[in-house]
T-cell receptor, first 113, second 112 residues
Framework: SQTIHQWPATLVQPVGSPLSLECTVE??????LYWYRQAAGRGLQLLFY??????ISSEVPQNLSASRPQDRQFILSSKKLLLSDSGFYLC????????????FGNGTRLTVT | DAKTTQPPSMDCAEGRAANLPCNHS???????VYWYRQIHSQGPQYIIH???NNETNEMASLIITEDRKSSTLILPHATLRDTAVYYC?????????????FGQGTILTVHP
């Protein structure tokens, strides 16, 4: 069966520090991968998605970037964190089929101080 | 993607059926209806999806009206662990490769 792993579960970082969140998927190949963010009291916002290695699409301009160095690895990064980057970051995957649902990881709660 | 409208909150007694409505009056022919739920501090959990036929799985049933403008998620025997935010999402396979656009959802509270 397929599983998705995200780490760390929680993270506290100072303003201006770098960020690297990692997500890996097991049990499938060539998945579509997604990064979402949920700010406190707000809905989920799609940040990035990827349909293959090295292929990244950004949904909103921001202080973050994403990379997909391997088929089942998706990384969210920032060179310098802002206070507004605080939130709950969720990675998700889906099979590349028309009606395939997204499956989410357990998320990383990031607090920028 | 078509927009959805859900009540902000609902209550249900434990052991009773929970019926969560969703309006999607602008849905088009190639758009699916998906339901997810999110328990506090966890990632969203996929529940069920459908195009035009009613669907049932081990978690829930999805009833879609004939004109497809609305749907109802049914949890047949709600438990306290079903307390969560429930999201109804209409999704088309377009340039964003089937991305999900989440709204505010319905907060379902199951009471003892």
């Amino acid at each position: 069966s397929q599983t998705i792993h995200q780490w760390p579960a929680t993270l506290v970082q100072p303003v201006g520090s770098p960020l690297s969140l990692e997500c890996t998927v097991e049990g499938t190949s060539n998945p579509n991968l997604y990064w979402y963010r949920q700010a406190a009291g707000r809905g989920l916002q799609l940040l990035f998605y990827s349909v293959g290695i090295g292929q990244i699409s950004s949904e909103v301009p921001q202080n973050l970037s994403a990379s997909r160095p391997q088929d089942r690895q998706f990384i969210l990064s920032s060179k310098k964190l802002l206070l507004s980057d605080s939130g709950f970051y969720l990675c998700a995957w889906s099979a590349d089929r028309r009606n395939s649902p997204l499956h989410f990881g357990n998320g990383t709660r990031l607090t920028v101080t | 993607d078509a927009k959805t409208t859900q009540p902000p909150s609902m209550d249900c007694a434990e052991g009773r059926a929970a019926n969560l409505p969703c309006n999607h009056s602008t849905i088009s022919g190639n758009e699916y209806v998906y339901w997810y739920r999110q328990i506090h501090s966890q990632g969203p959990q996929y529940i069920i999806h459908g195009l035009k036929n009613n669907e049932t799985n081990e978690m829930a049933s999805l009833i879609i009206t004939e004109d497809r403008k609305s749907s109802t998620l049914i949890l047949p025997h709600a438990t306290l662990r079903d307390t969560a935010v429930y999201y109804c999402i209409v999704r088309v396979w377009g340039t964003s490769y089937g991305k999900l656009t989440f709204g505010q959802g319905t907060i379902l509270t199951v009471h003892p």
